[in-house]
């Protein structure tokens, strides 16, 4: 149902794009949202948002350097992420709610390191 992407290795202060693409018709989604789970750490919801709508949520640690971004022409939403800190570090999950059922993604890896 759901394809994560876009995962690797960056320095400290760089920048990654995850995708996650539904292999539905997006419309059908009621709203899709990333987590991430760091070694030792419980899973946390980092942004979310809702298909047919404009509010979108992101979490107080990501704020102002992850976006969410819109690609419904190929049923995809993207978490782009910028001035990445080596807390950021984690596998990313993106999740897709659909009336009642929740559908998870593989994880996808973020290290930021030096």
């Known amino acids: 149902q759901l394809q994560a992407s876009g995962g690797g290795l960056v320095q400290p202060g760089g920048s990654l794009r995850l995708s996650c693409t539904v292999s539905?018709?997006?419309?059908?989604?009621?709203?899709v949202n990333w987590h991430r789970q760091a070694p030792g750490k419980q899973r946390e919801l980092v942004a979310g948002?809702?298909?047919?709508?404009?509010?979108?949520y992101y979490a107080d640690s990501v704020k102002g350097r992850f976006t969410l971004l819109r690609d419904y022409g190929v049923n995809t939403i993207h978490l782009e992420m910028n001035s990445l800190k080596v807390e950021d570090t984690a596998v990313y999950y993106c999740?897709?709610?659909?009336?009642?059922?929740?559908?998870w993604g593989q994880g996808t890896q973020v290290t930021v390191s030096s």
């Open positions: 948002l809702i298909i047919a709508g404009s509010p979108t």
């Open positions: 999740n897709a709610n659909q009336g009642p059922d929740a559908y």
């Open positions: 539905v018709d997006i419309w059908s989604i009621n709203g």
